[in-house]
């Protein structure tokens, strides 16, 4: 039987990783001390990587696929297949970015102020090769970690760190100077298994329910029962994924009406529908929205 090595990110990707399979119809079930969990799919074996590393491993052919941060993938400089893009909507709203960043009172105002200065990041290469871009010649040098308080105690000029909302970095002290990138986390793909055409029809299928999943989050199906005379009121007020689904009720006047639309139009929406007529209102969540 032909197998497909899925790497699993470790670390703050993992558990919305292996939830969101869950919800795609894959269980993977994971031990604190496996490293390769097992998953209901037999033409599937999954290792558990760092994010950090996935990219590497997954260029070299040690897996086939994985999940990482387009961070990691730039990091690595790494020579893959970027299948789809996933964000997790209930990790995060936003992507992630990487920003450059000062104490609150240091004379720093632009990129340029920092030639000949010390930058302390995880994100080492990509900052190399993002100030040699603009020619300006500064010391990288690698944290490994607690990298905010590295530039707070004086012992580099400035940080390249990961941040969603700035909150954190207001909060120690922190100004930013700039975004350098925007990030989230990618479906990727060895270039040699994607050639193949089972594992990339795979590795398809994979991308297809994943990112299906990933739209139900964010959507919830809305049913009720409107009176034939008040059906084109309903429908005024009625967004849709695409048009709703209306069905005569057994010996009677009534419809009824089903639709799929956001969560966030729910809370307006249902009262509006109420007053147009519709009764016996029922939300219901999603599994998956292809």
Not at 2 to 18: A, C, E, H, R, W
Not at 173 to 196: F, P, S
Request: with cysteine.
């Amino acid at each position: 039987m032909k197998q497909l090595m899925l790497g699993i990110p470790k670390g703050s990707l993992q558990d919305s990783t292996i939830r969101l399979f869950q919800q795609s119809g894959w269980r993977i079930s994971l031990s604190d001390r496996n490293y390769f969990p097992e998953i209901n799919d037999p033409c599937i074996s999954c290792s558990i990587c760092r994010a950090q590393e996935m990219s590497r491993y997954v260029e070299s052919g040690t897996f086939d696929a994985g999940l990482t941060g387009l961070d990691w993938i730039l990091e690595n400089d790494s020579k893959i297949q970027v299948v789809t893009d996933l964000v997790y909507s209930k990790v995060s709203q936003r992507p992630a970015r990487w920003v450059l960043a000062v104490p609150m009172d240091s004379p720093v105002q632009t990129e340029e102020d920092l030639e000949g200065k010390k930058i302390a990041t995880e994100l080492v290469n990509f900052t190399k090769r993002y100030f040699g871009s603009k020619g300006i010649s500064v010391d990288v040098e690698f944290s490994w970690g607690a990298t905010e308080a590295k530039v707070i105690s004086g012992l580099c000029d400035a940080i390249v760190e990961v941040t969603e909302t700035g909150s954190t970095m207001r909060a120690n002290g922190l100004r930013i100077v700039k975004e350098l990138m925007q990030t989230n986390t990618q479906l990727i793909a060895n270039k040699t298994a994607w050639e193949d055409p089972w594992k990339r029809e795979k590795i398809e299928h994979i991308a297809l329910l994943l990112k299906g999943a990933l739209k139900a989050e964010g959507m919830v199906a809305l049913k009720m029962n409107v009176p034939k005379d008040k059906v084109e009121e309903v429908m005024s007020v009625l967004p849709s994924l695409n048009a709703p689904t209306v069905a005569h009720l057994y010996h009677s006047d009534w419809l009824s009406v089903e639709t799929v639309i956001s969560k966030d139009q729910v809370r307006e929406l249902i009262p509006k529908l109420m007053n147009k007529g519709a009764e016996g209102i029922i939300e219901y969540s999603l599994n998956k929205v292809i």
